[in-house]
């Protein structure tokens, strides 16, 4: 953890603790995806990605665990997990890519470029596992979105993978008790930055109720 200047106990620390810690040390808020907050450090060669709930990530985090060695995906520096389900993941620093070059890497990947091969094979190996395991489960998404280029300049594929979060939110105003017993670290699972972006008041206000009423 000292190498980021992170706390010890990490394990016990809510994703807003963290984001601030970060950002009183020179992190600054680079952007916001669907899921999560990232940060760039101070010295501009790495990005937190901080989120209060995501369980497909850790198959993203596995994957490159399992490729260490393909220029395809990101340097993934640390990856732990936060209270209640939250995690924080400080990967290499990633650059916008031109979005026809993007477009036309999503386009190669889907039509089983054989340059992708390697990442592809690992890719289904997990997302089997995952799906075979995991409620909600969505699979591999690769987009022109999830392509983005390394400081040195190579092509580099993030998030592959994602969750049916529009099923898993039906759920929650279904029955949350039933996503409380299936997914039992989803304690913030209604501080997804997607639903403080795209909720109408009263959309989040009947999360909340739903959410609250699923309380043992």
Known sequence: MAAFDLPSDLAVRTHREVAAHLVLRGWIPGGVGDWALALRSPDGTSVARVCPFDPAYAAFVELCRRCPDSPYLPRVLLHADLD???????????????????????????????AFQD????????????RASMPWWDGIDLNAGNV???????????????????????????DASVVRERLPRSRHLLEIPYIARESAPEEIRALREAWEAGRP
Request: glycine letters at 10%.
């Open 148 to 174: 983005r280029r390394g400081l040195d300049g190579r092509t580099v594929l993030i998030d592959v993978f994602c969750m049916d979060g529009e099923s898993l939110y039906g759920q929650v105003m279904k």
């Open 84 to 114: 209640g389900g939250a995690t924080l993941t400080v990967l290499e620093f990633l650059a916008p890519l031109d979005p026809a070059q993007a477009a036309d890497v999503a386009r190669r990947w889907a039509d089983g470029d054989p």
């Open 119 to 130: 990442v592809r094979q690992a890719a289904l190996a997990v997302d089997a596992e995952w």
